[in-house]
C-alpha cells in the first residue's frame, strides 16, 4: 500500500513564530487531507487538497503531486495550535488502496506562550 | 461542531464484558468509518460501509463487530476484549465512499478512549 511519512515528528514554537510541516508519499494520490487532532482526541479537517495550495486563515496548503508532497505552513502561530497534526492520502490505485485514506505518524506540535 | 457524535466518550471494560460504540451522523453523509488510534501509531481503518452496506473490512478480529441500521447510524459491538485493544476509537463519515475514484473530505466524531482491563 501507499507510504506516507511526516516531518518533523515533534516540533516545539514560541508563540508567534511560523512552521512548515512536511508530508510525502510513495504513490499518486487523488485525495489528500490534513488534520489537526487537538489535546481531547478530536480531529478536524483543515484542508482537502489532493493538488494546488489553499489558504484558510493562518493556515494554508500546498501539495505538489508530481512530486509526490503537502506542505502545510503554520503562521503566527498560537498556543491554540498545539496538538498533533496528520496528512492522510487516498491512492488512484483502488486494488492497493481501496477506500482507505492512509495516515501518516503525525506530527506533535506545542507551542509555548 | 463536527456534525459526527460518538457515545459513549469514555468505557472501561473487564475482558469478558460484552459492549457497544455508537457513532451518529448528522451531514447527510452515505458513508462511514471505523479508525483505531493507539498509542504512538497511525490511525488504522477498521471498517468502511458505503450505503448501510459493508464495502472494507480491513483485517480487523472478531471480536469487534460493526453494525450500520441506516446511513445516519454506525454501531461497534465489543465482546472479550484484549488488553490491547484499549485505545481510541474514531468514527467518521463522508458524502460518499468513492465517486469517480475520488474521495470526499472526512468529518471525525470525538472518539471514544476504550480501556480494557
Known amino acids: 500500500g501507499i507510504q506516507v511519512e511526516q516531518s518533523p515528528p515533534d516540533l516545539i514554537l514560541q508563540e508567534g513564530a511560523n512552521s512548515t510541516l512536511r508530508c510525502n508519499f510513495s504513490?499518486?494520490?487523488?485525495?489528500l487531507q490534513w488534520f489537526h487532532q487537538n489535546p481531547w482526541g478530536q480531529l478536524i479537517n483543515l484542508f482537502y487538497?489532493?493538488?494546488g495550495t489553499k489558504q484558510n486563515g493562518r493556515l494554508s496548503a500546498t501539495t505538489v503531486a508530481t512530486e509526490r508532497y503537502s506542505l502545510l505552513y503554520i503562521s503566527s502561530s498560537q498556543t491554540t495550535d498545539s496538538g498533533v497534526y496528520f496528512c492522510?492520502?487516498?491512492?488512484?490505485?483502488?486494488?492497493?488502496?481501496?477506500?482507505?485514506?492512509?495516515f501518516g505518524e503525525g506530527t506533535q506540535l506545542t507551542v509555548n506562550p | 461542531e463536527t456534525g459526527v457524535t460518538q457515545t459513549p466518550r469514555h468505557l472501561v471494560m473487564g475482558m469478558t464484558n460484552k459492549k457497544s460504540l455508537k457513532c451518529e451522523q448528522h451531514?447527510?453523509?452515505?458513508?462511514m468509518y471505523w479508525y483505531k488510534q493507539s498509542a504512538k501509531k497511525p490511525l488504522e481503518l477498521m471498517f468502511v460501509?458505503?450505503?448501510?452496506?459493508?464495502?472494507e473490512n480491513n483485517s480487523v478480529p472478531s471480536r469487534f463487530s460493526p453494525e450500520c441500521p441506516n446511513s445516519s447510524h454506525l454501531f461497534l459491538h465489543l465482546h472479550t476484549l484484549q488488553p490491547e485493544d484499549s485505545a481510541l476509537y474514531l468514527c467518521a463519515s463522508s458524502r460518499d465512499r468513492l465517486a469517480g475514484g475520488n474521495f470526499d473530505t472526512q468529518y471525525f466524531g470525538p472518539g471514544t478512549r476504550l480501556t480494557v482491563l
Open positions: 460501509y458505503s450505503l448501510e452496506e459493508r464495502v
Open positions: 492522510a492520502v487516498g491512492g488512484v490505485n483502488l486494488e492497493t488502496s481501496g477506500s482507505r485514506l492512509t
Open positions: 504513490d499518486s494520490v487523488n485525495n
Open positions: 451531514l447527510g453523509h452515505n458513508a
Open positions: 487538497i489532493p493538488s
